[in-house]
């Protein structure tokens, strides 16, 4: 049973690429080979897990497949290996910076420690994805930045400045939940709710809002309007990450015995 697929980009069929595809195939990889043409990439970056470019000297020549792996890290997320020579690396960092690499790798390549380097990333990659996600909307840069440092080793975390943002956002990307401020200005919480909840892509996504008035007016206010919650602004972070796991552990008992998942609140 083939554990991932792996994407090869490379210029001609040589020697070294040939022991490169067996080496990934004994370890139960499945390869698809591409050459340097955007064409020969296109059709298959959405079927394989990760992509291993193995540049030779013509590459910095391939400038348009350079700038689209790089918009395919960028914007997709897709994992990219990077295999050449010294000269060849630093040509290619014109386009693509070496940070967005999973791994750049200089010849010569000692097979096993390469696959075992894929291995390492696709597994963290794999428990990455088992990680719930969640997109917080907040108008403070500060508290966005703030409650994402509070999530980042426990959940995968988006964030967005305005509803519009979220929308945007969410259209591109699958969330678990969303922590919407209740006050913002200009489009407040009440109205991105509404704008969310009348979208196909989030109208079943869990809301809850965050509040800085802990007023009980305000909080009943809040709570008419039917979110899976709220939770006041000046939480500590030990309280914000128990309140999230009593949620999404109440929604997983409530999957598991038929019951709405969305009828979740704390």
């Given at each position: ?71 395919l890290i960028v914007e997709k997320g ?106 913002m200005p200009v489009t407040n919480g ?55 796991a009593k949620f999404f552990v109440k ?16």
């Amino acid at each position: 049973m083939s554990k991932y697929t792996v994407l090869l980009i490379r210029n001609n069929t040589t020697f070294m690429i040939n022991a490169l595809i067996n080496n990934l195939k004994s370890n139960s990889y499945t390869v698809i080979e591409s050459d340097y043409e955007m064409k020969s990439v296109i059709p298959h970056e959405d079927d394989v897990d990760v992509m291993v470019l193995f540049a030779d000297d013509e590459i910095t020549e391939k400038q348009n497949l350079l700038v689209y792996l790089k918009d395919l890290i960028v914007e997709k997320g897709k994992l990219l290996f990077l295999i050449g020579s010294k000269e060849e690396i630093e040509g290619i960092s014109e386009y693509i910076p070496p940070h967005l690499f999973c791994e750049v790798v200089e010849r010569p390549l000692d097979m096993n420690l390469f696959v075992e380097k894929i291995d390492n990333v696709m597994n963290e990659e794999q428990m990455e994805k088992r990680k719930k996600s969640i997109l917080i909307v907040d108008d403070d840069a500060s508290f966005l930045q703030l409650l994402y440092e509070w999530l980042k080793d426990d959940y995968r975390v988006g964030m967005a400045k305005s509803g519009m943002q979220a929308i945007t956002w969410l259209a591109r990307n699958k969330v678990d939940l969303i922590l919407l401020d209740y006050e913002m200005p200009v489009t407040n919480g009440l109205q991105v709710f509404r704008m969310l909840k009348s979208e196909q892509f989030s109208k079943d996504i869990p809301i809850m809002f965050l509040t800085s008035k802990s007023d009980k007016s305000i909080i009943l206010k809040v709570m008419a309007h039917k979110p899976a919650g709220y939770m006041l602004k000046h939480i500590t972070k030990q309280q914000l990450l128990t309140n999230l796991a009593k949620f999404f552990v109440k929604q997983e008992y409530n999957r598991l015995h038929g019951e709405p998942t969305d009828d979740v609140s704390i």
